[in-house]
């Protein structure tokens, strides 16, 4: 669901590479049985590494974990990982971001007759592991929903990549051709009347959220992919600094519906600085109630969740201080007082509570 940010990687030599494409391509499209060629035929990139968050042996187990739970569902055929890595002895490490050029990748997928490309990303947010898997489709060239999962360790996280499979089979319905048995029974509710899909719930201001938390606002249409806006329950609260106290980040706003972009951006940059654990990062890492979409609201997102959850004596709010994602000049950010409701801004070096917001 979420999106992750990643900067400053080196350029990928595509030249030795793309060198060998043709002689490779001759010998790439291995002979494969009639049920073998309804399968989705998948390409298992590298796993990239960042921030040191697994050393490189832990980052193949890995990566070899993923795909045997893969090839386990019987539902893919996996392109060999020895004719992936020929593609890539020309570097230490394939950067994830080389997947934004589209030739790049649709020659990947022309040489390794794969009819999808996945790309992990192993790195930190905060004090927890993540790893984040894209998902590219040959010769379309369509990014696919990926999945991600975070632990705080790296035996949770291997014990999680079930959980990862999970969502891949059931964002892209299996990847194969359906058992004689799902086809039959296809057949037969084809025949039946269908009954119709169930109304979207609807929420009021204070109802409790899908994530488990309140909701406080309603935007009554879902203009932009969301209508609702959910804080998290007090448990998730946590005091810290906004970050960057010492530069300012340009374009980040204030009005309802950019909180979203502006966690995404200050996180991004914050990664960038080498600076971790600011209010921004921690909501962007958080994962709560099955959803890891929660940022920092901006300052009219904070205003309301004042309005409809403080004063109706929702969610548990204390009388302190709560950041909000929106800059007011350079050193400075914009922060609310849930005492009074007044607003103001400070130096960014302060701490004060972040309760985390999702929109859906």
Same mark, same amino acid.
């Given at each position: 669901?979420?999106?992750?940010?990643?900067?400053?990687?080196?350029?990928?030599?595509?030249?030795?590479?793309?060198?060998?494409?043709?002689?490779?391509?001759?010998?790439?499209?291995?002979?494969?049985?009639?049920?073998?060629?309804?399968?989705?035929?998948?390409?298992?990139?590298?796993?990239?590494?960042?921030?040191?968050?697994?050393?490189?042996?832990?980052?193949?187990?890995?990566?070899?974990?993923?795909?045997?739970?893969?090839?386990?569902?019987?539902?893919?055929?996996?392109?060999?990982?020895?004719?992936?890595?020929?593609?890539?002895?020309?570097?230490?490490?394939?950067?994830?971001?080389?997947?934004?050029?589209?030739?790049?990748?649709?020659?990947?997928?022309?040489?390794?007759? *794969?009819?999808?490309?996945?790309?992990?990303?192993?790195?930190?947010?905060?004090?927890?592991?993540?790893?984040?898997?894209?998902?590219?489709?040959?010769?379309?060239?369509?990014?696919?929903?990926?999945?991600?999962?975070?632990?705080?360790?790296?035996?949770?996280?291997?014990?999680?990549?079930?959980?990862?499979? *999970?969502?891949?089979?059931?964002?892209?319905?299996?990847?194969?051709?359906?058992?004689?048995?799902?086809?039959?029974?296809?057949?037969?509710?084809?025949?039946?009347?269908?009954?119709?899909?169930?109304?979207?719930?609807?929420?009021?201001?204070?109802?409790?959220?899908?994530?488990?938390?309140?909701?406080?606002?309603?935007?009554?249409?879902?203009? +932009? +992919?969301?209508?609702?806006?959910?804080?998290?329950?007090?448990?998730?609260?946590?005091?810290?600094?906004?970050?960057?106290?010492?530069?300012?980040?340009?374009?980040?706003?204030?009005?309802?519906?950019?909180?979203?972009?502006?966690?995404?951006?200050?996180?991004?940059?914050?990664?960038?600085?080498?600076?971790?654990?600011?209010?921004?990062?921690?909501?962007?890492?958080?994962?709560?109630?099955?959803?890891?979409?929660?940022?920092?609201?901006?300052?009219?997102?904070?205003?309301?969740?004042?309005?409809?959850?403080?004063?109706?004596?929702?969610?548990?709010?204390?009388?302190?201080?709560?950041?909000? /994602?929106?800059?007011?000049?350079?050193?400075? *950010?914009?922060?609310?007082?849930?005492?009074?409701?007044?607003?103001?801004?400070?130096?960014? /070096?302060?701490?004060?509570?972040?309760?985390?917001?999702?929109?859906?």
């Amino acid at each position: 669901m979420k999106k992750r940010f990643f900067v400053g990687a080196p350029t990928f030599k595509w030249a030795p590479v793309l060198t060998a494409l043709f002689a490779l391509s001759m010998a790439a499209a291995p002979c494969v049985n009639a049920q073998a060629k309804q399968k989705t035929r998948v390409a298992v990139f590298p796993f990239e590494v960042t921030d040191y968050a697994v050393n490189a042996s832990e980052a193949v187990t890995i990566r070899e974990d993923f795909s045997n739970r893969l090839a386990q569902t019987g539902l893919f055929d996996l392109v060999p990982r020895s004719e992936v890595d020929k593609l890539f002895k020309q570097e230490a490490a394939f950067q994830l971001n080389d997947l934004s050029d589209a030739t790049k990748t649709a020659e990947y997928g022309r040489v390794l007759n *794969a009819n999808w490309i996945l790309a992990g990303r192993l790195a930190k947010i905060g004090s927890r592991l993540a790893l984040v898997v894209s998902m590219y489709t040959y010769p379309d060239f369509v990014q696919k929903p990926g999945s991600q999962i975070y632990a705080p360790d790296i035996d949770t996280l291997v014990d999680s990549i079930p959980t990862l499979i *999970a969502d891949i089979q059931s964002v892209h319905g299996g990847g194969g051709a359906a058992p004689a048995a799902g086809k039959a029974a296809a057949a037969k509710s084809a025949t039946q009347p269908q009954a119709k899909p169930a109304a979207p719930k609807t929420y009021k201001i204070g109802d409790t959220g899908p994530a488990g938390g309140f909701i406080f606002f309603d935007k009554f249409s879902n203009d +932009g +992919g969301w209508r609702y806006l959910e804080a998290a329950p007090v448990s998730m609260e946590q005091t810290l600094g906004w970050g960057a106290g010492d530069r300012g980040i340009s374009g980040l706003k204030t009005t309802v519906g950019t909180g979203k972009k502006n966690t995404e951006y200050i996180a991004e940059v914050l990664k960038r600085v080498g600076e971790y654990g600011a209010a921004a990062q921690y909501c962007a890492g958080m994962e709560y109630g099955g959803y890891d979409d929660w940022f920092l609201p901006s300052k009219d997102e904070l205003n309301l969740m004042y309005l409809n959850l403080k004063q109706a004596d929702k969610g548990d709010f204390s009388n302190a201080v709560y950041w909000s /994602s929106s800059e007011s000049y350079t050193f400075h *950010a914009w922060y609310q007082r849930f005492r009074d409701g007044s607003q103001d801004w400070t130096s960014k /070096s302060n701490t004060f509570l972040v309760r985390p917001v999702r929109a859906f």
